[in-house]
């Protein structure tokens, strides 16, 4: 097929009617680009939608099914820049989804300041290793740690892209949570309501979700945990409906 190159394939995007290129060498998405696409709150008829460290374009593509809004993707890898753009043309919404090859430190300059009602990220979770810890696949390393850009850097730029009262929504890991409220703020962006996702009951949680707003009051809303599998190691219900639909 003329939308795949080397080992890609072409995978269903869960329950929906929608395709995604993906390659296991590359790039693959996880469930916390999904968590986040769904946690977030978007204006259903109109409205600016972007989504940050993009990879293949998974969060704008899922974004696409719960808003009418514009979207615009980020991606500072063109390999996964590349195929993020041709999953978006074969799904024929690019009428409806942009995307965008370059840094987003840059971003604000170039598009404009406060432009958008929603920004969404899935930043690169870890710092960045010593040459011995860093992964061997360029492309792998670059999505997990912080090498091109750093939490405080997706932030500011959230920030700055973020209209007066827009949201900004993050997925990130646990261990971050304080470093996370602390950048926000100074960004002046108010957490106003965080979800904890736990892997089993009595486990630690291993994913955080939060949502904020620019210039917001304080008010915080911490909502009810979200547990991934059931003991038997199947998805719980509520994880079945995230995924797959009612």
Excluded: W
Aim: aromatic share 8%; hydrophobic share 40%; net charge neutral.
């Amino acid at each position: 097929m003329e939308f795949l190159k080397g080992d890609e394939r072409l995978d269903y995007l869960l329950a929906e009617n929608l395709r995604i290129i993906q390659s296991p060498s590359v790039f693959s998405f996880s469930l916390d680009a999904v968590l986040l696409a769904r946690f977030v709150h978007v204006p259903i008829q109109k409205g600016s939608l972007i989504d940050l460290c993009s990879g293949n374009g998974v969060i704008p593509l899922f974004l696409s099914l719960r808003t009418k809004g514009s979207i615009i993707g980020v991606e500072i890898q063109e390999r996964l820049y590349d195929m993020a753009k041709r999953s978006i043309e074969y799904n024929q919404l690019e009428n409806r989804i942009q995307m965008i090859h370059g840094d987003i430190k840059e971003i604000p300059k170039e598009l404009g300041f406060g432009k958008f009602d929603v920004v969404t990220c899935n930043p690169p979770y870890f710092t960045t290793p010593t040459s011995e810890e860093i992964n061997e696949n360029e492309h792998l390393a670059i999505a997990r740690h912080e090498i091109l850009c750093t939490l405080e850097d997706a932030i500011k730029a959230s920030s700055q892209l973020a209209k007066q009262g827009g949201k900004v929504a993050f997925v990130h890991r646990p261990g971050r949570f304080l470093d996370i409220m602390t950048l926000m703020r100074k960004y002046k962006l108010e957490p106003k309501k965080i979800q904890f996702v736990y892997p089993k009951q009595g486990k630690e949680a291993n994913t955080l979700l939060i949502e904020a707003i620019k210039n917001g009051n304080p008010d915080l809303k911490i909502l009810p945990p979200l547990i991934v599998y059931q003991d038997n190691n199947e998805y719980t219900s509520e994880i079945k409906e995230i995924l797959y639909g009612k």
